[in-house]
Every structure is written in structure tokens, then in C-alpha cells.
């Protein structure tokens, strides 16, 4: 069974769903107060807005129990795709249910049933016509590099392949810190390749939405656009992009092949390490943060591979699969590579009650935003609630997308993004 499962191939994972309601919670409570990992659940308040809830109606959807009403899809809709039900369920039932597959085909069902809501239909329109969820003009993606010290490598001469992503690209306030990133990778003696107005879209977002061939196609171009490029390693400065490479492609039967590809905190420490480039601490680095485990750049970050999960009828006429020899429990994402640049930058780095594996939602994703606005405001403050608790004032997510919606739903501004303060705190290498 691969990762594009059509829900009708999945329909024994739904039916072994207990309805235990584990799904709605970490693995590990602290506290009542911030006990949930679902968003989705604790803005409907109702079992059908939980992971559970969500299988029960896709396979009341395939034994024809049930059909399409406009509140079944506005309740999917309000589901950020985070994942945080998946290491919840799987520590008790391992490979039974895996809801977030089942959340992906029922996601792709609907898509293939032409019953995709009309702003999810939006936003693959306006990625259609310009590379990306915004709807930026193609030729603005590249603004950022019009003030670049070094100069940018061009076709088969690059140590590394940049990937920006549009939420960065687009927004002007971050420009100073991609150049500054740049600049410093260059004056380290690397060759940098960036793909400019060609940087499109990773299909992360199409994946969410249900939009699997386009996730494929858009992952076709791009990894062509990797072939063009010589370089054997690929940055990525988005979390959503992180996780379309390592856990989406391998679903959609996509392969980077030889090529690395790492989150620019984990390549920065390689090139610290090295002495390439040195993080020092700044005025802006001064401690302690707490910091935010985004959805993208942690658990759906780990990688994904291919397993059989089909089921086998032992002798007790009891039906069991095979159970593969690794199951993602959201582990293996990008984790200590923020936390150790922080650190290494001067910073305490204080944990969210919520943190790892079992990081609550921003509510940023999964067309949330876009589709269910109130869902995704409520997410985001539920998440800030969480900072008083550590006892400091400023919150650091991995993801500038994250953190740009939790300072909309804000009183001021506590969230700052890891790569502004990583900026302020990167030189280049005395070797260089």
C-alpha cells in the first residue's frame, strides 16, 4: 500500500478505529489546561471535528450510510492536517488506524468527488496561476535578491540549491534576512543557486487539500528544477517545503535520489561545525525564548517510507497486518537543529508545555486559514496561551509562517522567527 491510498483501499484502518478519543489528546498530559493536540476539536467542540470523527464519516461516505452535506465539508475543513493525532493514536493501536493517512485519502476522496470547498478550490487555482497559495505575481518572488552582496551561482556550478518558499519571499519585512543569510553563505566560499522567479510551488499545500496529482506534478517540476541546478544538497528555509521533500514525495513515489536535502538550521550547524561560518551572539539574542515545534518543520518532517500494510487472516480467524518495522511516531523531525542554533547564539531555550511530537497546532494550515478563519484564530491563541507558563515574554518558531499568524491573533508581537534572529547572529567563517 503506498501513500496515495484511495480511501476505498483504507476502508479496514477506518472501520478499526476504537473511538477512543486518544486522537484529541498528547501522549503524555501535563496539565488539563493544555492537554489537547487537536485544533480542529477543541474549535467544534464535537467528536465529528477530531481525527476519529473524521473517519467515522469517510466510511460512512464509502458503505453509502452517509452522503455530502455543506456541514461535512465546512467540519473538514476546519482540520489543520497537523498530524498531532498520529503518534497519539499510534501509541496505543500502532499501525491499526494511522489517522493522518486516513485524513489524506479522505481528503483526495473528496477532491476526486468534486465536493472540494470553494476556498480550497481558491487556493489551487491562484497556486495554478502563479506558483504559489498568495497569488504574488511570479515575477515579484524573486524581489529579495536585488540587493544581494554576492552573486548567485548560475546552471550546474552550485554547492547548494536555496529554496526560499513564497510566505518568505513575498514578505518584504524578511528580505534583509534572506540577504543576510545569503551574503554570508557566499563569503563562505559556497556557491549558492536560488531558482528566482522559477521557485514555484513545493505541493505541500495541494497534498493538504486533497490535491494529489498536482502535489505530484508540482514535485515532478520541482525536482527536474534540482536535476538543471548540479547541486547535490538542497536548503529549504520553509517547513512546509521540509516536509513535502521527506514525507510527501516518497507518498507520491518521488525520490531526490543521491541529492541531501536539510532545513537550513541543520546545514548551518554542519557549516558551524566546520568553521565555515560562526554563530556568535548578538544584541537581539539574549534569553530565555520558548520555543515552537511547527507542525511542518517537526513531526510531519520525518521521513516516510513505503511499507505494506495490507492484512492477513491468522489461524484464530482474527484479521492482523503486517506490521512494518518502522512506524512514524513524529520522532525523527527537525528538532534539535533549532533548539541547538538558538543555544549556540546565547539563548535559553525553554520548552512549551506542548513541544516535540505532541506540538500544538498554529492553526496556519491545511487551508485553514482561508476556509475556516475563526478555527485557525482560535488555534493560534490557544498556542500563546501556552507562553506565560515558561515564564518569559518571547516565543521562537521554527516556521516564520507560524509566526506571522500567531502575532496576528496577538496583543503585540511575542513570536519571533528563528531565521531573523539566526540573521543577526551568522558571519561569515576566518577561513573565509
Not at 183 to 207: C, P, Q
Not at 261 to 282: F, K, P, W
Not at 284 to 305: M, N, Q
Not at 397 to 413: D, I, L, P, T
Request: glycine content about 10%; hydrophobic content about 35%.
Amino acid at each position: 500500500m503506498d501513500g496515495t491510498a484511495k480511501l476505498e483501499d483504507r476502508h479496514d484502518f477506518l472501520d478499526r478505529c476504537m473511538r477512543c478519543s486518544h486522537c484529541k489528546f498528547v501522549t503524555t498530559p501535563k496539565s488539563r489546561e493544555f492537554a489537547s493536540v487537536c485544533p480542529s476539536m477543541d474549535y467544534g467542540e464535537f467528536h465529528a471535528y477530531s481525527a476519529s470523527g473524521q473517519l467515522i464519516m469517510a466510511s460512512g461516505l464509502l458503505h453509502g450510510e452517509i452522503d455530502y452535506t455543506e456541514r461535512l465539508t465546512e467540519i473538514v475543513s476546519a482540520c489543520t492536517m497537523c498530524g498531532g493525532c498520529d503518534p497519539s493514536c499510534k501509541l496505543n493501536f500502532g499501525e491499526t488506524v494511522e489517522p493522518l493517512d486516513g485524513l489524506y485519502a479522505f481528503r483526495a476522496k473528496i477532491v476526486a468527488d468534486g465536493r472540494s470547498p470553494e476556498a480550497h478550490k481558491d487556493i489551487m487555482a491562484r497556486i495554478a496561476e502563479t506558483g504559489n497559495a498568495q497569488g504574488k505575481p511570479a515575477a515579484r518572488r524573486a524581489d529579495w535578491t536585488d540587493e544581494l552582496k554576492g552573486t548567485l551561482a548560475k546552471d550546474g556550478a552550485a554547492d547548494i540549491l536555496l529554496h526560499v518558499g513564497s510566505a518568505l519571499a513575498y514578505d518584504q519585512s524578511k528580505h534583509e534576512t534572506l540577504r543576510r543569510i545569503a551574503d554570508t553563505l557566499m563569503a563562505s566560499g559556497i556557491r549558492v543557486r536560488n531558482l528566482g522567479r522559477e521557485e514555484g510551488s513545493s505541493g505541500s499545500t495541494a497534498f493538504d487539500l486533497g490535491y494529489q496529482d498536482e502535489a505530484r506534478r508540482l514535485g515532478q517540476a520541482f525536482l527536474q528544477q534540482v536535476g538543471t541546478s548540479g547541486a547535490k544538497t538542497v536548503v529549504t528555509l520553509s517547513a512546509a517545503a521540509l516536509a513535502a521533500w521527506r514525507a510527501i514525495y516518497p507518498r507520491l513515489g518521488l525520490s531526490f535520489g543521491d541529492v541531501r536535502v536539510l532545513h537550513i538550521t541543520e546545514y548551518l550547524l554542519e557549516l558551524a561545525d566546520e568553521g565555515t561560518v560562526l554563530l556568535s551572539a548578538s544584541d537581539t539574542s539574549s534569553g530565555p525564548v520558548a520555543y515552537h515545534d511547527p507542525c511542518k518543520l517537526g513531526r510531519l518532517s520525518e521521513v516516510w517510507e513505503p511499507r505494506d500494510l495490507s492484512l492477513e487472516r491468522v489461524p484464530a480467524g482474527i484479521y492482523i497486518s503486517k506490521a512494518p518495522d518502522k512506524l512514524r511516531y513524529g520522532n525523527n523531525g527537525c528538532y534539535e537543529a533549532p533548539r541547538e542554533i538558538l543555544r549556540r547564539i546565547g539563548l535559553d531555550v525553554l520548552e512549551l508545555e506542548r513541544n516535540r511530537h505532541s506540538s500544538f497546532c498554529c492553526g496556519a494550515n491545511g487551508g485553514v486559514t482561508e476556509a475556516v478563519p475563526e478555527a485557525a484564530s482560535k488555534a493560534a491563541k490557544s498556542r500563546l496561551a501556552e507562553l506565560p507558563q515558561t515564564g518569559c515574554a518571547t516565543m521562537v518558531s521554527g516556521c516564520g509562517n507560524c509566526a506571522s499568524h500567531m502575532n496576528r491573533n496577538a496583543e503585540g508581537a511575542p513570536v519571533v522567527d528563528l531565521l531573523d534572529v539566526v540573521a543577526a547572529s551568522l558571519h561569515a567563517g576566518k577561513g573565509a
